[in-house]
Every structure is written in C-alpha cells, then in structure tokens.
Nanobody, 124 residues
Framework: QVQLVESGGGLVQAGGSLRLSCAAS????????MAWFRQGPGKEREFVAA????????PYSDSVKGRFTVSRDNAKNTVYLQMNSLKPEDTAVYYC?????????????????WGQGTQVTVSS
C-alpha cells in the first residue's frame, strides 16, 4: 500500500510559479513510477507529467512542456512539480499518482494509488 499526500497548491497570478509536493508513505516508493494529473472544472482528468523511479525518464504533456518540471527525492519519499509561467488554463485540482509497474503510461487508469488532490488557481 502507498499513501500519497499533495501540498503546495494555492492562488497565483498568471506568470507566477508554484511548487507542488507529494509525500508518499509505504513500501517501495523508490520503485514506483510517479505522475501528476490534473482535472479542471467540467473536464476529464488529464496527464501532466511523470517520472521513472530513477528519474531518467520524464515525459510531459504538450500543454506544460517547457514550463513544468517533475522531480523526485527517493530518500525523502517525495515527488515534486515545479510550475512556472502559469496560465489561467492551468487552473485545476492537481493529483499525484503512483504506478507499481516500471513503464510509464499516460492514462489515469494505469495508476494504482492516488492522493486527495490540491487546488491550483491561476488568476488573469
């Protein structure tokens, strides 16, 4: 079992930055693929970024590429999402997710554990 707790969301003006954190508890965190998803009002949950257990693979959605950076600290059982140059369309609830297999997938159905989400609101 893995428990995930996100933090770091909030209200920010367009062009600003936020860093989300996801603290994991449970065994074998360092072997899990970790990912960030988001769900805006009236929208489906969408892939944002993921990171392999070693950190050598970090795919991003086209909408955030070049602005967001995913990273992890396996010693702290924590994964991060640094979000820069935020836009109003980034407004959403952001979720951290863990996958027990080593290959990265971009569908939410491929992830086994989820956090409760943290709200990010970007004002124009």
């Amino acid at each position: 079992q893995v428990q995930l707790v996100e933090s770091g969301g909030g209200l920010v003006q367009a062009g600003g930055s936020l860093r989300l954190s996801c603290a994991a508890s449970g065994r074998a965190f360092s072997r899990h693929v970790m990912a960030w998803f988001r769900q805006g009002p009236g929208k489906e949950r969408e892939f944002v970024a993921a990171i392999s257990w070693s950190g050598d693979r970090t795919p991003y959605s086209d909408s955030v590429k070049g602005r967001f950076t995913v990273s992890r600290d396996n010693a702290k059982n924590t994964v991060y999402l640094q979000m820069n140059s935020l836009k109003p369309e980034d407004t959403a609830v952001y979720y951290c997710a863990a996958r027990v297999y080593s290959n990265i997938v971009m569908s939410p159905t491929g992830y086994d554990y989820w956090g409760q989400g943290t709200q990010v609101t970007v004002s124009s």
